[in-house]
């Protein structure tokens, strides 16, 4: 039987309220993340956590899991958006993390994406919003993006929303792949190679706190760029999706300053090949009593996942909510 296949046979059988044999047949689910250094990884691990109720587990009622009968969701270590959205468009990832911007533009095959569109991306909710963050060796500081013309430039991996970005962003300022010694890195590699003085900066759009620059703040020691409200617009006006944010003093040991970046909103995407009912399941169990405790004891980001604003930009961004989503937002007085 295709993964397809048991998916639908599944989700069919909870709206039927069908055999239990048919019910707890396992139905794996892959949600594509980002690297383990990142916030990806450890945000897709709690809603996979969250909307899974595996066969012969507990009712949610007497303390078990309270996701989706029978489901088995895996958080997949990947190289983020890029990788999420084309696997999920191949059928490869029943569901991927990406950042707004991205998905706008793959589902639209547009810009990086021009004549390739992905027609199949469906968005499940909003997630939180993405800084970017811009890190620099410990007291070292730079004016603008343009004084990083001929230095070593983490641009974070290929198959990431922040490359995609990022290179959009710089060229404003007249840099580009040939005037910087640029490296393709995850966000950890990024870190080790800074602190042993192989990079002069690197860039990573993600969720504060991000786990590889604490452990860089708290050894080798960093600094955070902090840019200027008339750079702020100029990235708005090159990737409209990055809007004004700020990281707040504090979060990495040693930035004691308030740092005002761009920030983008990462969603979780899925397949329009996707049953209706198991999406509409598994959007129910996100939105839990359960999952709202895993959310909010996990990763710092995690209070930020709320369904207030599980809507937030969707509707101008222009890709379509996965049907199973849309009724459950219904239902839920979010959507008319």
Known sequence: MT????????????????????????????????????????????????????????????????????????????????????????????????????????YMGSGKFDGKPHEKLRIVANLYPEDLHLVLPEGESIDSLADLEGKRVGIAQAGSGTQVAVLQMLEKWGITRDNIDEA?????????????????AYFYAAGWPVSAMVQLATTKGMELHSFSDEDLAIINEAVPAYIPSTIPAGVYEGIDYEVKTPAVSALLNVSSDLDEELVYGITKAMWNDNTRNLLDNGHAKGKQITLETALDGIMSLGVPLHPGAEKFYKEAGLLE
Do not use: H, W
């Open 3 to 106: 993964l397809l296949k048991k998916i639908t046979g599944a989700a069919l059988a909870l709206s039927l309220g069908a055999g239990t044999a048919l019910a707890q047949e396992p139905t794996f689910f892959r949600i594509g993340t980002g690297s383990a250094g990142g916030t990806y990884f450890p945000i897709g691990g709690t809603i996979a956590n969250g909307i899974s109720a595996p066969p012969g587990s507990r009712p949610c009622d007497e303390g078990g899991q309270c996701g989706v009968p029978g489901l088995i969701a895996i958080a997949q270590s990947t190289t983020a958006s890029v990788f999420n959205n084309t696997a999920v468009q191949n059928g490869e990832l029943e569901a991927g993390m990406a950042a707004a911007d991205v998905t706008r533009s793959m």
């Open 184 to 200: 393709e890195l995850n966000n950890s590699q990024s870190a080790e190679r800074l602190a042993d003085g192989q990079l002069d």
